[in-house]
């Protein structure tokens, strides 16, 4: 999950379904539920991907004083959150590490990097932009 | 209706009462300082045992995470104990994954967790 510049990444599909949030995150996560069990994905592995919506949206909350953007979508294989919002992630090792267990803080991009089947993540001074993808097919052994 | 309401009481239980806090809804960044203050508030009361019942929460996330390892701390320093019960699959599952329930206690009931 190495924030990478320069590349942007291909835009959501027309499909895609919009929400934008200021202080909300209950809104965030039903909405999250909702689109992830129509799409198909056990409710484990809903669970999981609006755990990780939810971190990323909570930084949103900490870091940043403007509203996020929210956006799902998804195809036959997978379906993905992405959450753009105005901060900016210097650490390119950011969640990558498991942080000590009673760490007081660093598990809530590390628990999106567990829970999701792929994490894109791209960060420069105008924003950033944290795509969660989880697959339809082939559903892994819970985990 | 509020996302997070949090009760207390004090338990009578055999030989020792324990402290109870039922956490219900959704803990998430938008509430852990309200529930810091409710935790923060029942440590300074020094009780051997701090029960956390969380079979009425939906979803925890990080931040509410790390105000129960703080009282955990400040609970393991005055000589006392938490202990969680109930958690639903989605909580649990949190607790497995950031290894929090290898420093604090989880079990499947209250009463579980009142026996220690």
């Given amino acids: ?143 | 209706m509020d996302l997070l309401t949090t009760s207390v009481a004090t338990v009578e239980s055999g030989s020792e009462p324990y402290t109870l806090v039922e956490l219900v809804g959704e803990a998430d960044v938008t509430n852990s300082d309200a529930l810091r203050e409710v935790l923060d508030a029942e440590v300074a009361k020094r009780p051997r045992t701090l029960i956390i019942d969380l079979s009425g929460l939906r979803f925890m996330d990080s931040s509410a995470l790390h105000v129960i390892l703080r009282a955990n701390r400040a609970m393991d320093r005055q000589g006392g104990v938490v202990a969680l019960a109930s958690p639903r699959e989605p909580v649990a599952k949190m607790l497995r994954l950031t290894a929090a329930d290898q420093l604090i206690p989880v079990y499947a009931s209250v009463s579980d967790a009142s026996a220690g």
């Fill in chain 1, 1 to 143: 999950m190495q924030p990478s510049r320069g590349q942007p990444l291909p835009a959501p599909t027309n499909n895609a379904v919009y929400h934008t949030y200021r202080s909300d995150l209950s809104q965030v996560r039903a909405l999250v539920l909702r689109q992830a069990r129509q799409a198909g994905l056990t409710e484990g592995r809903a669970n999981d991907l609006v755990l990780a919506v939810s971190e990323v949206a909570a930084n949103t909350l900490r870091h940043t004083r403007s509203p996020g953007t929210l956006a799902i979508w998804h195809d036959e294989d997978e379906i993905v959150c992405e959450i753009r919002d105005a901060g900016t992630i210097t650490d390119p090792s950011v969640g990558r590490r498991k942080p000590p267990p009673g760490a007081s803080g660093g598990h809530g991009l590390w628990l999106v990097r567990q829970v999701c089947d792929l994490v894109e993540l791209t960060s420069d001074a105008s924003g950033t932009t944290v795509r969660m993808h989880m697959t339809l097919r082939q559903p892994r052994a819970a985990g």
